[in-house]
């Protein structure tokens, strides 16, 4: 137990004192009296010639001496802030002795000597143990009021605090902890001969909380005064007692240069050649080191062993770094600014300057002109923030609308891989240095053909597309190319992959996540697997020097984006360019209060009563007469207001007079205003909105948000991320019934802010979801929630996901054959995949198909019926003989080919019965004489018809099982659906056919569909394509070249396509060759993923992340 007496006291959490008595951290007051003795002389004396006791720089953090006039004495003191005024500069310097903190000039400071630094400071910072503080926190969706954990202490808490120790006669510590440079203490305080644990104290009257024990916590300690704390047997770290506050070490300082009153780096200040005088001073480091004078013309000569780390080797490799500036009378650097004429948001954690301009891009020449040729019309404005970080290798995290495009990190990576020295310290074995993470297969295809297509400009690079199974014998025979610097794959894959080449992080220095909320959402455990791995490999000492940089792209903000960053990235370039993101980043809190719309005043008025720290509000209406509804309805509750809309009195100017003028603390600024008023107000630091009115579109909600972004909360500045109830900045979303359409993008957005969410928003939503569903009766049922069983994306999919008995059931069945409700019997026929496989449903008691087979086989029996056709004609019943058994077949396509310099037809069915799609010769094909069969047959070619007109209808339910059966059967039978790789422009699409050697073909055109046929030696090739949008089939064509057949489409529309074929088919794909970029206009939904037609150009990657759910299952 120690007794001290308190110096100055800022809260319960950080107070000092200075201990009486005796103990290993106790120093006799006579030996600082001394101290103070010995440096009032020395600094009288030298004060004769003060310019050489002046320190060259001055920076934050820095130990120096410094004359208090309170005091009337030289004091060691710490530099905490630097500010410029007109010919000097102001620093604001705490006494580590007296724990007071004074203005002094810069003129005025001294160098610390050595010798006065031996004593440790005579003022320890302490905090009570355990003990941490509360608030009360109101819920406005339960209009309840609770105390709740806080990340800052109390006023009245703080307040207590002060008048206890006031009133103590004497004070005692008990030591339990140290936490860098604080003492963690159980402090006790004698009052009125009653002996208090301040601690205690404060919890139970509610002030604060206790925290509980953490696991292994060292010397944990004793609640009992009377079991003492050994303070000799903690296991305390051993640190220079004159240097708690030194800065951290590899770190480049901003200083200023006293002589030029120019901002230098440290770095620097030390290469130049200077020379004077030497006084001995405590270095940056602790060590001692010289503090020099600048004098021009003389050599620099180092008598010190003062060590200058470098941080990075990027620091290094900067062509082009960016220009850091001393920044007077500012606290941080803005971390939002609208930059861009047409008035694009960006929200940066580090100062960027962005490179808008393909010539001035940090991009390598060969780079640059290979984008030209592509005719590339970048960089956007995503892009011109992003390229220049991640050309230096920093750490990257971008949050973008565009943020599903590879070109954000493709070009700046491939630069940065240029330069091969960057390198040389890494193991001389094979192994990638970049490693590209996509959500699934389809967009690892699509970045790796990026990759293949600027790479070629570059150094041979030999990157590798690695997409592997669960099959564990697939991923131990991959072999890495020797020489393959670049890997793209899936979290899945990666890590099938590390369990059979444990050495594949070995050389790894760039880690990039594509879509990053997708992989978090769908593998976040996979991908920290990832981020350990790698940090595991950076950390050992052959790795000091090498580049580390881990680069994450995405569309949407994610809750384990904010783990990424600060545990895995090193003081990451944070770019956020929707204001709905960063506000999520910022902690805005977002608040939705669910009423009627003729409720909306009475829950406004509710609001402003329970809102009382704010101090700038907005009150956005969409309309003139809610504005004025709402400012009458203030007035009339004697609430201050200001109005503005077109048609109001006040002139913008004097609304932003009041707007800025400052006022005492706890008074109310309210504007009710409307939308169209936010631009020429230019408002940036209101503390709260309230949309009275739904707002009409995301980009109006986003630019009331961005009314804020100077109450958004930096989390990166503090280096810890707070809790959302402490920002500032919140939002207020009244929610009415006739926003019911809105309502699941509203909780979809809260979830993603981590928000309170009302019960109601539940029930709310589920209504809005049903009552869209309704509209989508005609549309076709949802591919995913077939194939799947369910669908991710249900909020925002236009097709339909209930089941709808007239459209989904077969059509013009007898009843005898369609299955009554419940469990039933299915034969397997044909497997397409694991969830998509044609069947026959056995009746329990009689099995109609197995009678039907029976009569057709009895009906062909006889020599009267078992004839061949003359004419076959497609979309005809026909029956099939095959060994002993006639099938029923639907004949889909026909066509002629050259066999032994014979002419022969062949026809391409559709097996009824079993569900397979066959290449057969006429004369195998019989006529089905459907009058001469029984009953149950007439019914059977009803269904069979049936089937071909659910085929028509429902692509999916028939078309796609027959492309899919067709790609896994025809194979047998010398029948194959060809290679295609399309391209487009505004007016046409041009798809190219891959096969060799045509000897016959025929293309017929639709409106809606192309089918296309060809003979290639034995091989019959068929492709038929139901285009994803209409054409005009006059104008279209098809040409034949040596080893493929160009098909020309003439669109109806002049407009982009996002996909060539309505239904997906493995065998058709993008031709990045011919890739033409083209802008999408279409609206942006708050906090909802936008697919791209520009980034996202084949139909199979239409939805990046559709396999990545699946992956392993692969």
């Not at 008074?667 to 709260?688: E, F, K, N, R, Y």
Request: aromatic share 10%; with cysteine; glycine share 4%.
């Amino acid at each position: 137990m120690m007794e001290v007496l308190i110096l100055e006291i800022e809260d319960p959490g950080c107070f000092w004192v200075t201990v009486k008595g005796y103990g290993p951290y106790v120093v006799n007051e006579i030996e600082y009296k001394n101290l103070n003795a010995e440096m009032n002389q020395f600094y009288d004396k030298s004060c004769q010639d003060a310019d050489e006791m002046k320190p060259l720089m001055l920076e934050e953090g820095q130990v120096c001496v410094v004359f208090s006039k309170e005091l009337k004495c030289w004091c060691r003191a710490v530099i905490k802030s630097i500010m410029s005024c007109t010919d000097h500069y102001l620093t604001e310097c705490f006494l580590v002795d007296y724990a007071k903190y004074i203005s002094v000039k810069s003129n005025d400071i001294r160098v610390a000597v050595e010798a006065f630094m031996q004593i440790p400071y005579r003022a320890k910072q302490c905090g009570l143990y355990r003990t941490k503080p509360v608030t009360l926190h109101i819920n406005f969706c339960e209009d309840t009021a609770k105390i709740v954990p806080a990340k800052r202490w109390d006023c009245a808490a703080t307040q207590y605090f002060q008048n206890l120790l006031k009133a103590t006669t004497q004070i005692k510590a008990q030591l339990c902890a140290i936490e860098g440079d604080r003492f963690d203490v159980l402090l006790y305080v004698t009052i009125k001969n009653e002996k208090v644990c301040v601690n205690d104290d404060l919890v139970s009257k509610n002030f604060a909380r206790f925290e509980e024990a953490k696991e292994n916590t060292e010397s944990p300690a004793n609640d009992q005064e009377s079991q003492t704390l050994n303070v000799e047997s903690l296991p305390l770290k051993t640190v220079n007692p004159a240097l708690p506050f030194s800065p951290v070490l590899f770190q480049e300082k901003i200083c200023m240069n006293l002589e030029t009153d120019h901002a230098v780096s440290t770095s620097f200040l030390f290469k130049k050649g200077l020379h004077s005088h030497q006084v001995s001073s405590t270095g940056l480091n602790g060590s001692t080191g010289s503090i020099v004078k600048a004098m021009p013309g003389l050599p620099f000569k180092e008598n010190t062993t003062l060590s200058l780390h470098a941080g990075r080797l990027l620091q290094f490799l900067n062509s082009d770094p960016l220009k850091t500036h001393f920044i007077k009378d500012e606290q941080q650097f803005q971390n939002f600014q609208n930059v861009s004429t047409k008035g694009d948001f960006v929200f940066l954690s580090n100062k960027i300057e962005p490179s808008s301009v393909l010539e001035t891009a940090p991009l390598f020449d060969d780079l640059k002109k290979e984008l030209i040729r592509k005719k590339f019309l970048g960089p956007n404005f995503t892009e011109s923030y992003c390229w220049p970080p991640i050309a230096r290798g920093c750490d990257v995290l971008a949050i973008s609308p565009q943020g599903n495009d590879p070109l954000l990190y493709v070009p700046p990576v491939l630069t940065f891989l240029q330069s091969e020295s960057c390198y040389k310290s890494l193991p001389s074995r094979s192994g990638p240095l970049a490693l590209i993470v996509c959500p699934g297969w389809k967009k690892a295809q699509l970045t790796f053909e990026l990759l293949k297509t600027y790479s070629r400009c570059s150094r041979p690079l030999h990157p590798m597309l690695i997409i592997v199974g669960q099959n564990r014998e697939e991923a131990r025979n991959v072999k890495i190319h020797r020489g393959c610097e670049v890997i793209v794959t899936t979290p899945y894959s990666l890590l099938r992959l590390f369990e059979h080449h444990s050495l594949l992080f070995l050389r790894l220095c760039h880690l990039v996540f594509d879509e990053i909320e997708i992989l978090f959402s769908e593998a976040s455990e996979q991908v920290f697997t990832i981020l350990e791995y790698y940090r595991k490999s950076i950390i050992i000492e052959e790795r000091l020097y090498s580049p580390h940089q881990i680069v994450a792209v995405g569309t949407c903000w994610n809750r384990h984006i904010a783990r990424l960053m600060k545990e895995f990235m090193n003081d990451p370039y944070l770019v956020i360019t929707t204001v709905e993101e960063a506000s999520i980043y910022g902690n805005v809190q977002q608040v939705v209060q669910l009423c009627l719309n003729s409720e909306r005043i009475a829950v406004l008025l509710r609001i402003l009563d329970f809102t009382p720290n704010v101090q700038k509000m907005l009150i956005f209406t969409n309309s003139i007469n809610e504005a004025e509804m709402v400012h009458q309805a203030l007035k009339s509750n004697s609430v201050f207001s200001l109005k503005i809309h077109k048609e109001s009195k006040f002139n913008f100017k004097t609304v932003l007079e009041h707007w800025t003028k400052k006022y005492s603390s706890g008074t109310h600024v309210v504007l009710v205003l409307t939308d169209d008023c936010m631009q020429s107000l230019g408002i940036t630091d209101a503390t709260c909105v309230i949309h009275f009115s739904f707002p009409p579109s995301p980009r109006i909600f986003g630019q009331r948000l961005h009314n804020m972004s100077e109450n958004f909360h930096n989390v990166l500045e503090k280096g810890s991320f707070v809790d959302q109830e402490y920002t500032k900045a919140r939002s207020v979303l009244l929610l009415t019934e006739n926003d019911a359409c809105h309502a699941p993008g509203v909780l979809h957005y809260l979830k993603r802010a981590e928000a309170e969410i009302p019960p109601e928003l539940h029930d709310f939503t589920a209504r809005a979801l049903e009552a869209e569903e309704e509209k989508k009766l005609e549309r076709p049922l949802c591919i995913y929630l077939k194939t799947l069983g369910f669908c991710k994306n249900r909020r925002v999919c236009p097709d339909r996901h209930h089941i709808n008995v007239q459209t989904d059931m077969s059509q013009n069945v007898p009843d005898k054959i369609t299955p009554t409700p419940g469990c039933v019997t299915v034969v397997p026929l044909h497997i397409v995949n694991a969830t998509n496989y044609f069947g026959r449903i056995v009746d329990k008691q009689k099995d109609q198909y197995a009678i039907l087979a029976e009569e057709i086989n009895e009906y062909f029996k006889k020599p009267s019926n078992n004839v061949s056709v003359e004419k076959v004609e497609k979309l005809t019943l026909y029956g099939l003989y095959e060994e002993t058994f006639f099938h029923r077949l639907l004949v889909i396509f026909i066509t002629k080919l050259k066999e032994n310099h014979m002419k022969q037809k062949w026809c391409l069915l559709w097996e009824i019965q079993f569900g397979l799609t066959q290449c057969i010769k006429e004369e195998a094909v019989s006529p089905e004489n459907v009058s001469n069969l029984p009953n149950i047959q007439e019914s059977a070619t009803e269904s069979c018809r049936s089937s071909q007109m659910t085929l028509e209808s429902h692509p999916y339910d028939g078309v796609a099982e027959v492309k899919e059966a067709e790609d896994s059967t025809l194979h047998q039978h010398k029948c194959f659906y060809p290679e295609i790789k399309w391209f487009q422009n505004e007016e046409t699409v041009t798809a190219k056919v891959k096969i060799a050697s045509i000897v016959d073909y025929k293309c017929e055109f639709s409106k809606e569909k192309v089918v296309f046929s060809a003979c290639s030696g034995d091989k019959l090739y068929l492709a038929d394509m139901e285009l994803h949008q209409h054409i005009l089939a006059e104008k279209s064509a098809c040409v034949i070249k040596d080893k493929e057949a160009i098909i020309v489409l003439t669109k109806e529309k002049r407009e982009s396509w996002c996909k060539l074929l309505k239904n997906k088919n493995s065998h058709v794909s993008f031709d990045f060759e011919h890739w033409e970029d083209f802008e999408d206009k279409g609206p942006f939904p708050v906090g909802v993923k936008k697919l791209h037609c520009t980034n996202v150009v084949t139909e199979e990657l239409m939805d990046s992340s559709e396999d990545s759910g699946t992956e392993s299952d692969d």
